[in-house]
């Protein structure tokens, strides 16, 4: 009696460790189809709590709740209840084939080890370029079948379209980096800051027709940044992101290979690493040391993925520094003209199609304005985008458009359109010629016909807006 009473009781343990193996992956999802952790596809979010969603709702600037992208929720019950006979005898498991052997109970215990395993995450960032090495990071990437994240200076973009060109349409993502990457006037002040990276986005919207959301500060946000520049950016939509681990290959100039490639690899072992690297000008060795870097990530069982709006930011402390240095906040008025209505550009919406003669154009959503039932658009965006010419005249505070072998003056301090007619003659008109966001921006119908296109037509659908002019 007594051995068959041990017998029993090995067989009761063995089935609770089946039982807790076979719950394990379940909860985990190991050993489904539904999430591999190398695709598009993530664990669900956790549901917000009902304070959560109060805030969301009555903060439509606040950035949404969401869990945490590696480790998957595990159900409070799965955690609170005591495995006893009771719970066992529960189960029908008589038809279960149950482990026998100490061998047999070893391999449930290392699956179930393995499938409360946590994934582990790199994002590959690439900051300074484009510029002749990221070709070469682009075809080392493509050959090992990695995504990666490139933060673009715009003057770099502007001199090398094609590269980012071929960043894009490899299916990596695109962030912002500043225009010139000059610190003394990056870090004087926010509204600095703001005019580049609008300039930067500009230019890589003109390439890609998308406008990068991400936004990394040159050197970092430690030092750099106070509490103006985060809440500012974040109001406005972007999403700013550090980095968890820093290659070096920017410490001094011509930092080896295999420097770059110990720094990088330190630490195999956290679930989540944003690896900072740079594409830039004189950085060889970075790429160099690219496929060592991506082998021993691969190695350690990381997945490489791309930085989107999925992913919680990471953003260094507001130094004693950077609070310290009591820079000039932008005004309400400024703000209310140039943060707030930003939002709107990353904010799902209609287009308005501008179809003007024999040429047409689309601005997205937050590109164009509705302002007691005018359409107000951006005068540059919009006239170079059909075929004319526009320049800024800093003394008389206008803007010079030459379109239609017409000249219209855009007079902000009057508040007026003035077209050049052929043969001398002139025209004035008042209209609603502001400043918003650095840009002139007039109400569209005066526009078209002060530059000789009539409106024919205005309709509008469910996905878009449209207007129509000779």
Same mark, same amino acid.
Request: aromatic content about 6%; charged content about 20%; glycine content about 8%.
């Given at each position: ?12 343990? *063995? ?55 590696? &480790?998957?929720?595990?159900? @409070? ?28 109970? @070893? ?26 090495? &990221? ?14 994240? *490139? *933060? ?30 000059? %610190?003394?006037?990056? %870090?004087?002040?926010?509204?600095? $800051? ?30 750099? $940044?106070?509490?103006? %520049? ?38 195999? &072992? ?33 997945? $490489? ?30 703000? @209310? ?8 550009? $990353? ?61 219209? &003056? ?61």
């Amino acid at each position: 009696m007594k051995g068959n009473n041990n017998t029993n009781g090995r067989r009761i343990m *063995f089935r609770g460790l089946l039982i807790m193996a076979m719950a394990l992956l379940v909860t985990s999802g190991w050993g489904t189809d539904t999430y591999s952790g190398s695709g598009s596809a993530r664990p669900l979010p956790l549901q917000a709590t009902n304070a959560d969603a109060s805030s969301s709702q009555h903060n439509p600037l606040a950035a949404p709740v969401q869990a945490d992208p590696v &480790t998957p929720a595990v159900p @409070a019950v799965l955690a609170a209840t005591p495995i006893e006979n009771s719970t066992l005898n529960a189960v029908p498991i008589q038809h279960l084939e149950l482990p026998t052997t100490v061998a047999e109970t @070893a391999v449930v215990q290392q699956v179930a080890a393995t499938a409360t395993k946590a994934a582990k995450t790199v994002y590959l960032t690439f900051d300074d370029g484009p510029s002749k090495i &990221t070709r070469e990071v682009l075809d080392i990437l493509q050959k090992q079948g990695v995504k990666a994240t *490139f *933060f673009v200076l715009g003057n770099a973009a502007k001199s090398h379209p094609e590269l980012i060109n071929a960043i894009w349409e490899q299916g990596h993502a695109i962030g912002n980096h500043s225009y010139d990457h000059d %610190y003394h006037n990056l %870090y004087s002040g926010f509204t600095a $800051f703001w005019n580049q990276i609008k300039q930067t986005e500009n230019i890589i919207r003109e390439i890609t027709g998308e406008r990068p959301r991400l936004v990394r500060a040159p050197g970092g946000t430690s030092g750099h $940044f106070d509490d103006t %520049y985060f809440q500012l950016l974040n109001q406005a939509g972007y999403l700013v992101m550090d980095w968890t681990v820093d290659s070096g290959d920017s410490r001094r100039k011509g930092v080896p290979a295999a420097e770059i490639l110990r720094e990088s690899t330190k630490d195999l &072992t956290s679930s989540e690493v944003v690896l900072l690297l740079h594409d830039g000008g004189g950085h060889g060795e970075s790429a160099k040391a690219l496929p060592q870097i991506i082998a021993r990530y691969k190695a350690a069982g990381y997945t $490489f993925k791309v930085l989107d709006d999925s992913v919680k930011p990471v953003q260094f402390r507001v130094s004693a520094k950077a609070a310290g240095l009591d820079r000039l906040k932008p005004s309400n008025a400024w703000i @209310a003209s140039n943060i707030l209505p930003n939002v709107a550009l $990353f904010q799902p919406g209609r287009t308005l199609a501008l179809e003007v003669g024999l040429l047409e154009t689309k601005l997205n959503p937050g590109e164009y304005r509705i302002i007691n039932g005018q359409y107000m658009v951006p005068l540059r965006a919009v006239v170079e985008r059909l075929g004319g010419q526009v320049r800024w005249d800093q003394t008389s505070r206008s803007g010079q458009v030459i379109w239609n072998s017409r000249t219209v &003056t855009a007079d902000v301090s009057g508040g007026e359109l003035l077209v050049s007619l052929p043969g001398g003659a002139q025209e004035k008109r008042a209209a609603r010629v502001e400043i918003i966001g650095g840009a002139i921006w007039v109400p569209l119908r005066e526009l078209l016909e002060t530059a000789g296109h009539p409106l024919e037509a205005i309709s509008a659908t469910s996905e878009e807006r449209r207007v129509k002019a000779a």
